[in-house]
């Protein structure tokens, strides 16, 4: 079966600075892995994936993340963090083919920027 | 592409009315959508798994009763809450894919925020 862990609820960084949103996985398949970012009463919108192939994906607004099977880890990071940033993040792995491949979601972090 | 729309935004109900929410993807098939809950500040929690043409599949803990799911078209999934009471008040989200397969993402309506009076 397959899990996912969020360290940290909440993680607050100043504007400019580093974001590191950190993801430990569990599955006993190759993983599927995808971060979502959830703006305050709205849906979810996929910020990267990582399928196969390049360890390092890219995503929109300027955030990647680096799959290392090695440590079960999908951290999500950002160079300089901006204001608008300001939002819950998931992490999340796909299920098995019985479950529709549901996604196996992280309990999620909230990125608090502070000007 | 890959848009997928939910409606209503937010719904205000007295308390033993039945609430509709409609989930529709706009450029795309969906055989299957997702239907979550998300309580303030928490994660999201799968109800259930809505399948076009056949009946919806329940997550252990979700009555299948109050919360009926139709998907009568591979573009069009709805979800009634029956009966409302005020512990029913949350945030409804539901999702779909594109494609087939664990790698592809789900996407996601903008969420439905029940309010139950």
């Known amino acids: 079966a397959q899990s996912v862990t969020q360290l940290g609820s909440h993680v607050s960084v100043s504007e400019g600075a580093l974001v590191l949103l950190r993801c430990n996985y569990s599955?006993?398949?190759?993983?599927?892995l995808f971060w979502y970012v959830q703006y305050p009463n709205q849906g979810l919108q996929l910020l990267l994936k990582?399928?196969?192939?390049a360890t390092l994906v890219k995503g929109i607004n300027g955030f990647e993340a680096e799959f290392k099977k090695s440590e079960t880890s999908f951290h999500l990071t950002k160079p300089s963090a901006h204001m608008s940033d300001a939002a819950e993040y998931f992490c999340?792995?796909?299920?098995?083919?019985?479950?529709?491949?549901?996604?196996?979601w992280g309990a999620g972090t909230k990125l608090i920027i502070k000007p | 592409g890959a848009v997928v729309s939910q409606h209503p935004s937010w719904v205000i109900c007295k308390s033993g009315t039945s609430v509709k929410i409609e989930c529709r993807s706009l450029?795309?098939?969906?055989?299957?959508m997702f239907w979550y809950r998300q309580f303030p500040k928490q994660s999201l929690m799968l109800m259930a798994t809505?399948?076009?043409?056949?009946?919806?599949?329940?997550e252990q803990g979700v009555e299948k009763d109050k919360f009926l799911i139709n998907h009568a078209s591979l573009t069009l999934s709805t979800l009634t809450v029956t009966s409302a009471h005020p512990e029913d008040s949350s945030f409804y989200i539901c999702?779909?894919?594109?494609?087939?397969?664990?790698?592809?993402?789900?996407?996601f309506g903008n969420g439905t925020r029940l309010t139950v009076t």
């Open positions: 999702s779909a894919r594109d494609s087939l397969g664990a790698n592809s993402p789900l996407h």
């Open positions: 450029d795309f098939q969906a055989t299957t």
């Open positions: 809505s399948n076009e043409g056949s009946k919806a599949t329940y």
């Open positions: 599955s006993s398949v190759p993983p599927y």
């Open positions: 990582y399928t196969t192939g």
């Open positions: 999340a792995v796909s299920g098995d083919w019985d479950s529709n491949y549901q996604l196996i």
